[in-house]
């Protein structure tokens, strides 16, 4: 008799393949916004070129089906990794080039649309391979690891690509344009490694995840299991009240997102607060990844021991209401770090904390059925495509009406997420985890 494989637990690869995803995520769309803004773009542009690269992310559903279609998911995972390790290496090289912005555009539009595919792959392995116990166990750790992404990404890398512009290659951090090229392509050398590396862990320890009921043979089939997988969404019961809470439940983080970091970043001139990559860097990836991991741990064990169905309004409050300390940092704009620290962590913490819940009611509510892995797809598409949206407008809007009115706006685009969660309808059980490990 031969003994069973040991079984890994989902510790050692849930956190390592949300971040993964997460690090792909905000490098396209968030980190490179501030590197346009470095190289000279003004905020409408800048947030606007970053936003586009969200449509991958959108329409990622129409790619499920195909995801299903060939091999395993985690074969899907590790290919899109290698590939994403290698594009961002290719992206470091390109900007080398004379006049490279075309050429990296292509090169970052391509990427978007791998790493579309990794986060479909890797919620399949995620949906399929744990049950829904599981699911909500592993819930907080799933949106933690995610969460640590964007602070690692918007702190960390754009930290060291201040450090690198004016210690290293000794240039004027305060003056935007292209001697930043230097200093963000070690950036992207840097993300193409660490994607290499999360491939090489993922091939050790990642579970293969389920095949989906009627996997397609064909091409002709995938779209088959497309058209139906579309056709069995819109028969869901309060459908389009769940398409509603997944388009607007981040509305206003949307808005947010983009001008927050331009914000920081701008001279008091501009009505900003003058902070170079370094400072941008620290606060948020030393004080807003401690306040993002808290909230995070503490929204799964709040969820955990309430259940969502009670605690999802106040979730939609703990997202929403703290976005109040830009306003306020416009209006008086501070010139003491720890004032201005303490305003990021405020609403990193309640972001992290409730955004457990968005991920939750996708998982539970929206997805179960035939086509689980499809329908979270459609999910989290709908709210990239609400950042999508957010984000090409967001930096004209900001242009237009000065930091203090934009973000005075912002607050305002927070109603239409309290609506959605007070008609959010629950038809499935709500799983609660302290029954679970009791």
Known sequence: ????????????????????????????????????????????????????????????????????????????????????????????????????????????????????????????????????????????????????????????????????????????????????????????????????AMAAWHLRVMPEGARAESTPTSVADAFQILWDSFATFFQKRDVWLMISFAFLFRLSIGFLEKIGLFFMADPLSKGGLGLSNELLGIIYGTYGLIAVLLGSLLGGIFVARRGLQPTLFLLCCAVNIPNVTFLFMSIYQPSNLLIITVGVAIEKFFFGFGSVGFMIYLMQQLAPGKYTTTHYAFGTGLMALCMMVTGIISGHLQQLMGYVSYFGFVMIATIPSFIVCWFAPFHNKDTNISAVTE
């Open 1 to 196: 008799m031969h003994a069973s494989p040991p079984k890994i637990s989902p510790l050692m690869w849930v956190p390592s393949g949300y971040f993964t995803m997460a690090l792909t995520y905000m490098t396209l769309t968030s980190v490179t916004a501030i590197m346009f803004k470095n190289l000279g773009m003004g905020n409408g542009k800048a947030a606007e070129y970053a936003s586009y690269l969200l449509l991958a992310y959108t329409i990622k559903p129409l790619f499920a089906p195909f995801v299903e279609m060939y091999r395993t998911k985690k074969f899907f995972v590790l290919c899109a990794q290698l590939t994403i390790g290698l594009g961002f290496i290719g992206v470091a090289l390109v900007m080398a080039l004379p006049n490279y912005m075309a050429l990296l555009m292509i090169f970052f539009w391509a990427l978007s649309f791998i790493g579309a595919t990794q986060d479909i792959a890797s919620d399949g392995v995620y949906v399929t391979s744990l049950d829904s116990k599981k699911q909500s166990l592993y819930c907080g750790i799933q949106s933690l690891s995610w969460n640590i992404g964007p602070i690692v990404a918007s702190g960390g890398l754009v930290y060291l690509s201040g450090k690198l512009h004016s210690g290293y290659f000794h240039h004027d951090a305060m003056v935007f344009g292209p001697a930043w090229i230097d200093a963000w392509r070690i950036i992207f050398f840097i993300v193409g490694g660490i994607t290499l």
